[in-house]
């Protein structure tokens, strides 16, 4: 039996820790050991949030790695979570992926590691995703849509078919990409917005349609 820890001890890490217990593996490969502090150190008020039996373990830097120990990162923001996601793999630490049993991934999806796949996604024919990847509640990612790693896609998102998303991109709640769309690596798209053809590397979108602020 394998032991998860959960990088990151803020509000996401604990809808990823509920998310875990309903997630295929819990209990017969994996149960829960508890937390790492991320970057950010918490507020005594948030510490007393997180679920009665899970525990804050250290942080990132200090943290011990031990045999039966596997990862996942709960951090959303992409360069903060390729960064701590980094540390732990430099240090022999090994990532799991954590995907909802009320998600649908279909057979000819391919997945990469580390991944979070939250409850009621689908993931349709020959979609792609990148290792370190967050797609969070109820997303669609239609057919053939490419996702880069370490992007983070949060609840709600349509992802229309034929899709192209970068590396290190974040797309906020209900935001809709039109099908055969192209977000580049590093990109914003803001929440709610509406993306009809094409994003730029790092730029960031917001409205409908979406326009660089």
Do not use: Q
């Given at each position: 039996m394998k032991n998860l820890i959960i990088i990151g001890a803020g509000g996401y890490a604990r809808e990823v820790y509920w998310n875990a217990k309903m997630s295929s593996g819990f209990d017969s490969e994996w149960t829960i050991k508890g937390?790492?502090?991320g970057d950010v150190k918490l507020s005594a008020e948030e510490y007393t949030?997180?679920?009665e039996e899970g525990k804050v373990l250290g942080d990132v830097d200090s943290y011990e790695i031990e045999p039966d120990d596997v990862f996942t990162c709960a951090v959303g923001t992409p360069a903060v979570r390729k960064k701590l996601a980094e540390k732990i793999l430099?240090?022999?630490g090994k990532f799991i992926n954590l995907i909802s049993e009320r998600a649908t991934v279909f057979p000819t999806a391919k997945i990469g590691k580390g991944l979070i796949v939250g409850?009621?996604?689908n993931i349709s024919d020959h979609v792609?995703?990148?290792d370190f990847t967050i797609v969070n509640n109820a997303t669609i990612?239609?057919?053939d849509v490419k996702i880069g790693k370490y992007t983070c896609i949060m609840a709600q998102v349509d992802?229309?078919?034929g899709t192209q998303i970068g590396d290190e991109v974040f797309i906020g709640s209900h935001a809709v990409i039109v099908p055969h769309a192209k977000i580049g690596n590093g990109a914003y798209v803001g929440t709610g917005s509406v993306v009809l053809k094409k994003v730029n590397a790092g730029v960031k979108v917001f409205g409908n349609p979406a326009l660089e602020m």
């Open positions: 937390f790492l502090d949030k997180l679920p430099s240090r022999g409850l009621h996604c792609e995703i990148g990612a239609g057919h992802v229309g078919g």
